[in-house]
């Protein structure tokens, strides 16, 4: 899971039963266990109906928000096991807004609510990336103009 991920306040709602981020997502070596979890690999410490270690996960885990959880705005539809896009949003650097999108159910990305999310993220960051579920990569810039994400503090950043 990436460090950068922007963390707020814990929301209201809760995953299950999605798992995504704890099958969809890499993990450096050392965080979960020795080794590192490739993306598209169950965390060892997933069981049936969950983590098996849910309170005394490690802290990357406790403070993982997708975009979904993080934001109540986002309808039901849109949590990662039902829409199949699992979506971050994250920092770049001099503090721009960004996202990053995970196709995990082929053929998401093409479907009008896959259309609907991606929209959602470009009118509130700078740039998306998204990687389909063939990992290639492409990015979207965001709506507004990258000249309006740029206050004189991120320009000098
Ligand atoms: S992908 Fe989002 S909703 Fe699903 S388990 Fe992870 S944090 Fe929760
Ligand atoms: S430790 Fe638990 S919460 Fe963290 S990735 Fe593994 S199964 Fe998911």
């Given at each position: 899971m990436p460090i950068l991920n922007i963390v707020p306040a814990?929301?209201?709602?809760?995953?299950?039963?999605?798992t995504a981020c704890c099958v969809y997502l890499p993990v450096p070596a050392?965080?979960?266990?020795?080794g590192a979890k490739p993306a598209g690999v169950p965390c060892p410490h997933l069981g049936a109906t969950g983590?098996?270690?849910?309170?005394?996960?490690?802290s990357l885990c406790a403070h993982f928000l997708c975009a979904w959880l993080a934001d109540?705005?986002?309808?039901?539809?849109?949590r990662p096991d039902l829409s199949g896009l699992l979506a971050l949003r994250e920092w770049l650097s001099g503090g721009l807004p960004a996202a990053l999108v995970y196709?995990?159910?082929?053929g998401a990305l093409r479907l009008p609510q896959g259309a609907r999310i991606l929209d959602a993220l470009r009118e509130t960051t700078a740039a998306v990336v998204i990687v389909d579920c063939r990992q290639q990569r492409r990015r979207l810039l965001g709506t507004k103009r990258l000249a309006e994400w740029l206050t004189p503090e991120r320009a000098a950043a």
């Open positions: 814990r929301p209201a709602r809760q995953c299950t039963p999605c050392g965080l979960l266990g020795p983590c098996r270690y849910h309170m005394c996960r490690p109540a705005t986002w309808p039901e539809a849109w196709e995990i159910q082929p």
